[in-house]
């Protein structure tokens, strides 16, 4: 039985404690292979991560995730799973589950910052205050 770009999306954020309601809160975009393909070259389902402004606007940046194993990309040693346009520097993912404008303002309230945007957004879920940095590594 074939999988569906949806149910592929819907297994990996379950992974990271995310659920149907977050991916919609969150505008998690479901891609075919068809539609990854065009958007960037890569042979495989995926799903799209908009960003948000912590005033909760979507920004022109995004990330794609990818599902299955490199058509195109590959880093030594270690599969291709995220994307993001070419020549962007990574961007503060703000999930939209908090109320960030009054969080930011705020100086007696812890900030913690993590990441990646599954990790930012289960913590905003569990009520603390955390921005993503997508990527990024060390």
Not at 8 to 27: K, V
Not at 36 to 45: I, M, P, W, Y
Not at 69 to 98: G, N, S, V
Request: charged fraction near 20%; include cysteine; hydrophobic fraction near 35%.
């Amino acid at each position: 039985m074939p999988t569906t770009p949806r149910a592929l999306l819907l297994r990996d954020i379950a992974r990271s404690g995310l659920n149907s309601a977050d991916a919609q809160r969150l505008r998690f975009t479901a891609l075919s292979r068809g539609e990854t393909q065009r958007l960037t070259k890569h042979g495989s389902e995926s799903y799209r991560i908009p960003y948000f402004t912590p005033a909760g606007r979507i920004t022109p940046f995004y990330r794609v995730r990818f599902f299955g194993p490199p058509t195109t990309f590959k880093k030594p040693d270690k599969e291709t799973k995220y994307w993001q346009p070419p020549k962007t520097l990574p961007q503060l993912y703000f999930a939209p589950l908090l109320a960030w404008p009054k969080i930011l303002v705020d100086v007696g309230t812890p900030l913690y910052i993590t990441e990646g945007e599954k990790k930012a957004a289960r913590a905003c879920k569990a009520g603390l205050p955390t921005i993503g940095l997508g990527g990024v590594w060390s």
